[in-house]
Structures are given as C-alpha cells and as structure tokens.
C-alpha cells in the first residue's frame, strides 16, 4: 500500500511539472507567433528526466515518465483523434479517399527506401536497416492536426486530404512493422501471411468506420433527436425528455465512453487506438448532437491534448548522442523529410496540378512523433538497435516532430501572402 501511495504521489508531481511546463511553452510558442505545440514539445525535452527532470526535490525525482505517466498521455491522444473525427464528416473523408490512398502510399514506400538505403550504406546490419525503414513510414497524426487547429487551418481543402492520408499512412505503417518484426525475428518472409495482415488491418478499421457511421449515428440519432434539449438550460423542464438520453451530461460522458471501446477494439485487432477514436468521432460526426460532444472534447483536450506532447518530448534522451550518431542522424533526419515531402507531395500534384498544396500536404506529413518512438523503442528493447542508431532514431523523431509546426505554417503564410498580392 505505501509503494502504491509513493506511485500516485511521483504521477501526482510529475503531470502537474510537465502540464504546468506544457503550458508556458505553448504560450511563449504562442508570443513568438509559432504553433503552440512546439513549446509543448520542446518543454518536454527540457524537462526529460534526463535534463531538468532528474533534478530532485525533497528526496523525490521531478520527472519520472513511468508508464501511469504514459497511460495519461495517451488518453490525451485518443481524445484528441476523437475531437478530430468529430470535425470529419464522412462524406469529405470519402471525397479525398483516392487521392489521400495515393498520398499515404507515397509516404510509405519512398521513406522505406531511403532509411533502409541510409543504415546499409553507413555499414549496419540490414536488420537495424529495416526497423530504421519502418520507423521513417509512420506519420504522427495527432502532431499535424493540433498544428493545423493552432493556425486555423483545420478546414481547408488540403487539411482534409492531410487528415484522411494520415490515418491511411498509420493503417500501412502498422502493416510495414508486422511485416518487419516478422522479418527480424527470423520467420521469413510469407506472402500468406503478408496478405492476412494487410487485409485484417484495412477491413477491421472500415468496418468499425462504416459500423458507427451507418448504424451508431442512426441509433444516437433516434435516442437524442433533438439538437438543443430544453433540459440543459431550463431544469423546470425536467419532467419533458426531450432525448432518451438526457443531455445534462449524459450524451456527452456516453459518447466518450464509446470513444474509448472503439480505441479498444482497435488495439485489440492489433490497430493503433486512436484510429478507433477517430472512427467514433466520425460516427458522433454524424448525429445531431456533435456539437454538444465537440464543445465537451474540446474542453478536455485543452489539458490532455498538451499533456500528450510534452510527454513525447519528456521520452527523449539526448544524452547517448556521440559525433557519429549526430552526423548520422542529421542525415536520416534530412531523407526522413525528403521522403515524406516527395512521396506524399508528387501524388497530390499528380491530381491537383498545384504545388504549393502539394507542398504543405508533404510538409504536414513529415513529424514521426509517437509512432516513430514507439518503433525505437522496440529495436533497443529487442537488442536489434545500437546505442548510436537508437539515438540518432529518436533525435529523428524529435527534429521532425518540431520542424513540422514551423515549416507548416511558414508555408501557409507564404501561400496566403500569394494569394493576397493576387487579388
């Protein structure tokens, strides 16, 4: 019982350092007119345990991002792909469906290549080679669309096509991982089995999309049939049911319990949970009363949407970083961004003829975030990574899960400044 009073205590004060932190570098990202997700991010790095966060005080530890730590960050970025989907409707996914496939694939191979081509050439096995490969495919959704709401420039054209490519770019990328780790741990290559975990992934995740789209927004919708129930702002109207489900708080703690068995059954048929999020934030997308559930999810992701990136940025250890690993991650870093930029951005020139769209759809696309360090992970845990791949694979993740915000809307600035010297 006291090792357990001792853990809520050390969770206690590390969320409360790093949501405080979180905040104050938001709001000076924010004065330095930059998206307020990389002061998020960079006081995460400052605060890492291994930087001001192994500082103590009292005897305790500032920082220590244990995996309770972890279980609150990740809420953050379930709730967050939620919000996303309730902003999505079906109709505008579907609308980009072909030309964001063309986008996601583009961002899957070509980043392969040049990962698995970079760690052969500079001399280390093809197994770290591979895993380096899959770690470049991934796109970390949740960092382009906290940027795109920072500069409100969630609803344009080239957002929705940024949205729906990278929740495709995390179906693939998650096929590319099976597909790798079967590789490394030594069980060849099976075309069969390829094929089944190809299938499995894409068809559990439409079915999930469709199922809430088609059935629970039909059976929300029947249950609360009106937008505004009386019952909210008048309580002499109490004895009136406007919905089934009354709208004191009900609908809304219902939707999001939905939210999170979405999540589940997505992790459990081997997805990442926030595409089931963003799944039942499509399906709430289409019923009367996403308002009342965006104006809510909204409200908790303005605590555990921050929280989510400036523990990313608390996961970084710079500390193992010798001059070979830097010269080698400065170079991954550098065909990371060239890979996502080409292979995402000559599919959307391919079909709109404009470049600078192109342009920001590969930009948007370049941050790793969660998912790359997930991937790290898995290569010093298994023993397949040295020291200097997995420092230079994390300095990957953390460099273009920074650059991406700033170079995002520079170039949105740019286009808008055309755009204005045109009219």
Request: proline share 2%; aromatic share 8%.
């Amino acid at each position: 019982m006291a090792d357990s009073g001792a853990l809520i205590l050390q969770t206690l004060l590390t969320l409360c350092i790093l949501l405080f932190a979180a905040k104050v570098g938001g709001q000076i990202a924010r004065k330095l007119k930059l998206a307020a997700i990389v002061g998020e991010l960079l006081a995460g790095v400052i605060m890492a345990p291994t930087l001001v966060g192994g500082l103590h005080l009292f005897g305790a530890q500032l920082i220590i991002v244990s995996d309770e730590v972890t279980v609150f960050a990740q809420l953050g970025a379930i709730l967050l792909l939620f919000l996303v989907g309730l902003e999505t409707r079906f109709a505008d996914f579907t609308r980009s469906g072909l030309i964001s496939t063309c986008v996601a694939t583009g961002g899957v191979i070509l980043p392969f290549a040049l990962g698995y081509g970079l760690v052969v050439a500079w001399g280390h096995p093809w197994k770290e080679a591979l895993l380096i490969g899959a770690a470049l495919t991934a796109t970390s959704i949740a960092i382009t669309v906290k940027t795109l709401k920072d500069i409100g420039r969630f609803h344009s054209r080239e957002s929705n096509v940024l949205v729906s490519a990278a929740v495709i770019d995390d179906v693939l990328g998650l096929i590319v991982l099976a597909v790798v780790l079967g590789l490394v741990g030594g069980n060849g290559l099976n075309p069969a089995g390829l094929l089944f975990t190809a299938a499995r992934s894409i068809g559990f995740w439409l079915a999930l999309t469709l199922f809430g789209v088609f059935v629970v927004a039909r059976v929300v919708n029947w249950l609360c049939p009106c937008t505004e129930c009386g019952l909210a702002k008048d309580r002499s109207l109490a004895m009136h049911h406007h919905c089934l489900i009354r709208c004191d708080g009900t609908q809304q703690a219902s939707a999001v319990a939905l939210c999170f068995a979405f999540a589940y059954s997505a992790g459990v048929a081997g997805l990442a949970p926030i595409l089931g999020a963003f799944a039942a934030g499509m399906s709430f997308a289409e019923t009367r009363i996403h308002h009342a559930i965006e104006d809510v999810t909204e409200k908790a992701n303005f605590i555990l949407a921050p929280l989510f990136f400036v523990v990313i940025g608390a996961m970084v250890d710079l500390t193992g970083l010798t001059l070979n690993a830097l010269v080698f991650a400065l170079a991954l870093t550098g065909l990371a961004m060239i890979g996502k930029v080409i292979g995402c951005g000559v599919p959307v020139l391919l079909f709109t003829r404009d470049w600078k769209e192109a342009l920001i759809v590969g930009v948007g696309m370049m941050s790793r975030g969660e998912v790359g360090l997930i991937i790290a992970g898995i290569g010093i845990t298994s023993g397949l990574f040295t020291a200097d791949v997995f420092s230079a694979a994390v300095l990957m993740v953390i460099l273009t899960t920074i650059v991406t915000p700033i170079v995002l809307e520079v170039a949105y600035k740019e286009l808008e400044l055309e755009i204005r010297h045109a009219h």
